[in-house]
């Protein structure tokens, strides 16, 4: 437990009163003391389109995120659940992400809550499924889908004793994870 490690973590939702960045903000809080969460907001992030891509290169704030994801030794995705599956906004941000082989081999941790009885757990599969489509590290166990999400905030913070003991553990499996697959 001795390593520091840098994680970044990205919430696919530009919500103002986001309850997947309130996860994530509960993640980064209950982290071991060795692994440093900083949350990467997605608000600046436009639409991906190759022409751009190819004509311009990257715009700035997807610059700013390739860096921040390329100096990461982990990522944790934070997805809601829109019909079934992730949100456009955070598949778009992948997009951009995943260009030249960038998110590869890097280890992922996944996590997700609904205001429903399922915690978006469809997807968080789909989530997975991209993320080893892009060839991640993907920390199989445990996850964390969290239901009935919009209950257990007060006053813009995660306050269930139990659902913080589970981000906790999850924390601590991924930092052994992101250790021991740090070059
Ligand atoms: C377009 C749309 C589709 C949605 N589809 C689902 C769904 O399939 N399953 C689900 O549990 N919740 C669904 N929801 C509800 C979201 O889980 C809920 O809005 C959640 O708070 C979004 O997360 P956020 O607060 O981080 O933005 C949907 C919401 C929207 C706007």
Same mark, same amino acid.
């Given at each position: 437990?001795?390593?520091?490690? /840098?994680?970044?973590?990205? %919430?696919?939702?530009? #919500? ?8 994530? &903000? ?5 982290? !071991? ?7 990467? !907001?997605?608000?600046?992030? !436009? ?5 751009? &891509?190819?004509?311009? $290169?990257?715009? &700035?704030?997807?610059? @700013?995120?390739? *860096? ?30 995943? #260009? @030249?082989?960038?998110? %590869? ?7 997700? $809550?609904?205001?429903?009885?399922? $915690? ?8 997975? *499924? ?17 239901? /009935? ?20 553990? @999850?924390?601590? *499996? ?10």
């Amino acid at each position: 437990m001795d390593e520091k490690v /840098k994680i970044v973590a990205i %919430a696919g939702s530009l #919500r103002r009163k986001s309850v997947t960045r309130t996860l994530l &903000e509960a993640a980064r809080d209950v982290a !071991p003391e060795n692994m440093q969460i900083e949350l990467f !907001p997605l608000n600046e992030i !436009p639409l991906y389109n190759n022409d751009i &891509e190819v004509e311009e $290169g990257f715009p &700035e704030p997807v610059k @700013q995120l390739r *860096q921040a994801i390329q100096q990461a030794d982990g990522i944790i995705l934070g997805t809601p659940e829109y019909n079934g599956s992730v949100t456009g906004v955070l598949k778009n941000a992948i997009d951009w992400a995943s #260009r @030249q082989g960038l998110m %590869a081999k890097k280890p992922v941790a996944t996590m997700g $809550g609904s205001p429903g009885a399922l $915690g978006a757990t469809k997807a968080q599969e789909h989530l997975r *499924q991209i993320c080893l489509h892009l060839g991640m590290y993907v920390l199989s166990r445990p996850t964390i889908a969290v239901p /009935k999400l919009p209950e257990k905030i007060v006053d813009g913070q995660l306050t269930d004793e139990m659902t913080l003991k589970f981000i906790g553990q @999850q924390m601590e *499996q991924f930092y052994d994870w992101v250790v021991r697959l740090k070059d």
